[in-house]
């Protein structure tokens, strides 16, 4: 091949990554030019991150790269011969020749900015040291480094720089390693899942500072995510990776709108929530994509129609739902009012920590006086970002926490200020879901010791039979009841969690972000599993999740926080379409798009 | 927690499915057959002996090794094989009462701090904190000065003074496993802190009071040989490696393989138990649930 008028910046040739015996990147090439943005999208295991950290030399100990990765000769310095500006096969660089690149040519933004910036060192030292590292003879670094800060749109920068990072939000946090990963002008900026850990209008905010410093800087970008959304805003291009293998790739233009492989099309549909025309189901992905089966679902789509029609979609007598938003000078409303609720909360408030002596103490108010109903019945979404008092909310209404004043009645009685021995009544009716699959399952417990920890009062055959029954109802085989949860992947897991809580046959389901730690194939099958024992159940599901789509498919009432206020509430299609309340607004705004782009 | 375990799943590390991590098997294998070592010691010397460990022999004192006496007699012409044979249990009987007296305080008592941690729990783990300040030999002596010299006196000053450091690691131990989501969701369905510290808190926390047991023992060892040597455990005639040490400290010049002897037996389990124990931590510490 000759070298055309424009090299590209990284060459990646039949890269393989194995663990052992273990294949876990199979084979895998791609190019990505000075200046363009790729995307690298994929589910847990696709591969993604293992690529990008053999990128930059990061693999664990125990992972062993093979292939070609070549970092082009830098554009500008074609006489300057020196080591620095060559090109160079990085998978057969060595650790210094690493330390030259890294930070410099090459510089990376995690995922995760608390953990990733050290944590006693003041924010701006630790911009100097990196700019002090690869650019020793820089005078006025102090100047770069409040020059930087402010390019990242911090907020007063020379009071920032001497902060420690603790002292920052989650969103300046990762301005900050943008910062640090544009200080030396680098060629190419990777981005592993760097907005996956922000609040959605955070998250908007930091893709466009990432937008606008790469197209300053003239870098290429390595973007890694499993939000399509994300790409589709940020990205020229995109790759698609499965189970090691690159699936597709091309233009976002061409990829979205038409993706050849059914694997992408699936991704496509799963990501946007995209329901089946006739049964009003999600569509999800088949594990069998390679197979050649098509990979849009056509699974129990007949077994749910018959149960639907059977049952009929829950037609329970809902009031007519007054969509309302917080007034401007800030009295209580009560949202979703109605005469005889599941769940009725009152003026609920609730403040952590104590005034201390002089009133020096640390008070935060979490939950500053919320009130509304919950119909028996009803789908209720609450929608927030992080720090508005969702997860507060949701451990007074499980009765989990105590609230400062106000109060909480479940089907009539008062769960708030009960002492535990008179709430067994309350566990067995009202279940949590909790976010993490991982975290809610206790690592020690067989399955079926986990599904029937609610169960009191049951004989050996008694539970064994309910056991059997929920894993068949969500989906898994009996044999499950003897593993441990390690041996399940995170949507199976959270299958477990909900056989856990619909063991009791309770009549209020609550779901804390019970979809925000799957995979989005995986997501829209455990939606699909909720929605159809809510409704064999009968239950009434609060829903908390700081995913808009996902609330807006699976709940008839929204209602959005803020503060610790509850600021608008309504059908959720009303909500999300015409929001009354200008912070909604701003949330339904900042949800990262498919098709923005391919429209 | 979550972003780790994301991380995880992004492949970073492969799944713990796959790939467990199993570390610290040479030093697991090296400790187990040293701490075999002397567990057969002791067994052996309870149906068997090459000669009696406590008959004396005026003649024959301070005897070279030989076919009679395969470690040669001590000062008192007591057949030295037979009494580190011998001398093995007691050691072994004062670990194992050490590790049980301590966790049968420790454990529950840190579990408990963890549980009630506004409350009760400050009380208990300054309580903690004042017993820890106190030497467990020392507690050992003034027991031994009270009650007289003995096994179990031994064996009960030092679990208590082992029991303040198996608290607090029980205690951390359960705080962890309480900020899981499993914890939260065992007490939404209903359980009580009961159900909770036995089905819950106690798996997971297994690995790391096996480590502590381990090290316990090791250190119960050490000290009821320190005890002896001062006189002030093991009343004699009963052989043990401490008692031995003394006695071969007076004739030292004479016959320096008299303490070799115990010296080495001490060194050894102690050696091994501590080796068990760090392999132990190595595969128990890093992430505890994949260390089924």
């Given at each position: 091949m000759t070298t055309s008028a424009i090299a590209p910046l990284l060459r990646v040739e039949n890269l393989s990554v194995h663990a052992g015996r273990k294949q876990?990147?199979?084979?895998i090439s791609f190019d990505i030019m000075p200046g363009e943005r790729v995307g690298l999208i994929g589910e847990s295991g696709s591969g993604k991150s293992l690529t990008c950290l053999s990128v930059l030399g990061l693999l664990d100990q125990g992972l062993n790269a093979q292939g070609r990765v070549i970092l082009g000769s830098r554009r500008a310095a074609a006489e300057e011969e020196s080591a620095e500006s060559q090109s160079i096969d990085l998978l057969s660089a060595d650790e210094d020749q690493f330390s030259k690149i890294r930070g410099n040519r090459l510089s990376m933004v995690f995922q995760e900015p608390m953990t990733a910036l050290n944590p006693l060192m003041k924010v701006g030292d630790q911009l100097r040291e990196v700019i002090r590292l690869h650019r020793p003879r820089t005078k006025q670094v102090k100047a770069e480094v409040i020059d930087l800060l402010s390019s990242v749109r911090i907020p007063e920068p020379a009071r920032a720089s001497e902060v420690y990072p603790h002292q920052m939000s989650g969103g300046q946090r990762q301005r900050v390693m943008l910062a640090m990963a544009m200080a030396n002008g680098p060629e190419l900026l990777v981005a592993d899942e760097p907005t996956t850990a922000l609040d959605v209008t955070v998250q908007k905010q930091v893709l466009n500072l990432m937008a606008e410093q790469v197209e300053r800087a003239g870098s290429s970008l390595l973007f890694i995510t499993h939000d399509l959304g994300v790409v589709s805003e940020l990205c020229d291009r995109v790759i698609i990776m499965r189970q090691g293998r690159i699936v597709e790739s091309g233009s976002i233009d061409r990829v979205f709108t038409t993706p050849e492989h059914p694997y992408t099309r699936a991704l496509l549909a799963a990501s946007a929530l995209e329901t089946h025309p006739s049964t009003g189901r999600l569509l999800t992905l088949e594990s069998s994509v390679e197979t050649g089966a098509t990979a849009l679902t056509k699974v129990k789509e007949a077994a749910s129609e018959a149960a639907r029609s059977s049952t009929g979609t829950t037609d329970f007598d809902m009031p007519s739902i007054d969509h309302l938003a917080d007034s401007v000078d800030g009295t209580d409303l009560v949202y979703?009012?109605?005469?005889?609720?599941a769940i009725r909360v009152r003026d609920l408030t609730r403040t952590y920590g104590k005034p201390g002596l002089l009133g020096r103490g640390r008070q935060v108010e979490a939950l500053r006086g919320v009130s509304f109903d919950v119909t028996a019945g009803q789908r209720f979404g609450i929608v927030g970002e992080s720090g508005c008092g969702k997860s507060t909310l949701l451990r007074l209404l499980t009765a989990l926490d105590e609230p400062t004043s106000g109060y909480v009645d479940v089907t009539g009685e008062r769960i708030s200020g009960g002492r535990e021995r008179h709430l067994r009544w309350l566990r067995e009716t009202m279940q949590i879901i909790f976010q993490d699959p991982m975290g809610s399952l206790d690592p020690r417990m067989k399955v079926t010791d986990i599904i029937a920890e609610p169960l009191r009062n049951t004989d050996r055959a008694e539970r064994r039979r309910r056991v059997h029954e929920l894993l068949e109802q969500v989906g898994l085989p009996r044999s499950s009841a003897e593993k441990h949860p390690h041996e399940f992947s995170g949507g199976q897991r959270q299958r477990i969690a909900i056989a856990r809580a619909l063991v009791t046959k309770p009549r209020v389901l609550v779901a804390d972000e019970a979809v925000s730690a799957l995979d989005v194939s995986v997501r829209a099958q455990v939606l699909n599993l909720l929605q159809d024992l809510v409704d064999e159940y009968q239950l009434t599901l609060v829903f908390v999740s700081h995913d808009l789509n996902v609330v807006r498919y699976s709940c008839d009432v929204v209602a959005v926080m803020h503060n610790g206020h509850m600021v608008e509430c309504g059908h959720s299609e009303a909500v999300f379409d015409s929001p009354r309340h200008p912070y909604t607004a701003d949330l339904v705004e900042s949800i990262p798009r498919l098709r923005d782009r391919a429209a | 927690m979550t972003k780790r375990s994301s991380e995880t799943a992004n492949g970073i590390t492969p799944t713990a499915k796959n790939t467990r991590r199993r570390g610290g098997t040479p030093l697991i294998i090296a400790g187990s057959v040293l701490v075999a070592v002397v567990l057969m010691m002791a067994l052996v010397s309870v149906v068997w002996?090459?000669?009696?460990?406590t008959a004396t022999n005026a003649v024959n004192r301070l005897a070279s090794p030989s076919a009679e006496h395969w470690l040669g007699t001590d000062g008192l012409g007591r057949d030295i094989a037979s009494m580190l044979l011998v001398g093995s249990r007691v050691p072994l009987l004062v670990g194992l009462g050490t590790v049980g007296v301590g966790f049968a305080i420790g454990v529950p008592l840190g579990i408990l701090a963890a549980m009630t941690d506004r409350g009760a729990g400050t009380w208990v783990m300054r309580g903690n904190d004042i017993l820890q300040a106190f030497p467990a030999l020392l507690l050992a002596i003034v027991l031994a000065a009270i009650f007289g010299p003995s096994t179990v006196t031994a064996v009960i000053a030092l679990g208590l003074g082992l029991a303040p450091g198996v608290a607090r690691v029980a205690r951390s131990g359960t705080l962890q496993v309480l900020s899981r989501e499993y914890a939260l969701a065992a007490r939404a369905a209903g359980r009580g802190p009961l159900f909770l510290a036995i089905r819950h808190v106690l798996p997971n926390i297994r690995g790391i009071l096996i480590v502590q047991a381990t090290v316990g023992f090791a250190i119960a060892i050490l000290a009821e040989a320190a005890l002896s040597y001062l006189g002030l455990g093991t009343p004699p005639p009963a052989a043990s490696w401490g008692r031995m040490l003394q006695d071969g400290q007076a004739v030292l010049h004479n016959a320096p393989l008299t303490i070799l002897w115990p010296g080495l037996a001490v060194a050894v389990s102690v050696l091994g138990f501590n080796l068990l124990g760090d392999g132990l931590r190595d595969r128990f510490d890093p992430r505890m649930e994949v260390s089924r």
């Open positions: 876990l990147v199979k084979d979703n009012q109605s005469q005889n609720p | 002996t090459p000669q009696s460990p």
